[in-house]
């Protein structure tokens, strides 16, 4: 694609942003995605904003001038209803250009609410929770019988856990031992109908994931150092890695923060200033 290059958070010569120096752009795309007519999933996108900047930026082994290259590392978004957040991050990552993004859900688009395979760099439609680590799987077991060193990434929302297909993938995945896999629990502890350990309790939810075989750490999921720590640290020899990452839904909107009605939103011109005005007076907004 012509001017990758110059895009502000291209990929270029091995050569990768900073994640924390990129987490106010992205949060300013989910806000103004989600003040155009048709709103979007706003708490759980913003909450993830940090996890998929750590692993675009530092972690995984992609080129957006090639994304389609076999050896590249995958990243399938389970939690399909934060697409606008990996929307955000892959247009900072540089497979498109920003001006792209405001073709967010208007009709005949492929940025729709939910990840479409036609975006550049999507990997997988999703939306329909509880499909991605088996998808994972798949892609692990591949990598495997390719020879290839690739990684799989699967992201998933700490409700979709509820949902009994993944711990089906994660007793296949622990069977296998693919190492190559690492899941990561966006855990922000709220779902669209409340908390989620009010719907159904997850806890204690590291030895759940442990009991099924895998290696499990923590980390806060809006620190990028400890993100980063806690997804280069060498897996265990033939066991897949569980990361569940604490976070605040709605985090970097202290006017909803930690609020389940913040799972969708459509933003007026009010509020969509509010939001904006909020994220620059952070820290990370003064950096930019």
């Known amino acids: 694609m012509s001017g990758i290059s110059t895009l502000p958070g291209a990929i270029r010569a091995g050569q990768k942003a900073d994640p924390a120096a990129m987490t106010g752009r992205i ?8 003040a155009s007519p048709e709103g979007g999933h706003l708490g759980g996108s913003m909450s993830l904003v940090e996890v998929l900047a750590t692993l675009y930026f530092r972690i995984m082994r992609i080129d957006p001038r090639d994304p389609g290259s076999p050896d590249r590392d995958m990243l399938l978004l389970s939690k399909g209803h934060a697409g606008i957040a990996l929307y955000a991050t892959l247009c900072e990552a540089g497979f498109f ?29 999703s939306g329909s929770l509880g499909h991605g680590l088996a998808l994972g799987v798949g892609v692990a077991l591949a990598a495997r019988l390719d020879g290839s060193d690739r ?26 031992g693919l190492e190559n896999l690492t899941a990561v629990v966006d855990r922000n502890r709220l779902q669209i109908t409340g908390a989620t350990d ?8 590291a030895d759940r994931w442990r009991a099924f075989g895998w290696h499990v750490r923590e980390a806060d999921g809006h620190d990028v150092a400890a993100l980063t720590e806690a997804l280069t640290a060498p897996p265990e020899p033939g066991r897949p890695t ?14 909803i923060e930690g609020q389940a009605r913040s799972h969708y939103a459509k933003l007026g011109d009010r509020q969509h200033r509010r939001a904006l005005s909020a994220l620059r007076a952070t820290p990370e907004g003064e950096r930019r």
């Open 27 to 34: 949060r300013e795309h989910i806000v103004n995605m989600c």
């Open 97 to 125: 250009p920003s001006e792209r993004l405001t073709d967010y859900a208007r009709p005949g688009s492929a940025f729709m609410a939910h990840p479409h395979a036609e975006v550049p760099g999507v990997e997988m439609p």
């Open 151 to 176: 990684r799989c990434f699967v992201v998933m929302g700490d409700g979709e856990l509820q949902e009994g297909s993944v711990w089906e993938a994660a007793s296949v995945a622990a069977s296998h």
């Open 198 to 205: 009010f719907v159904n309790n997850l806890e204690p939810l």
């Open 242 to 255: 569980l990361i569940i990452a604490h976070t605040v839904k709605g985090k970097g909107l202290p006017f």
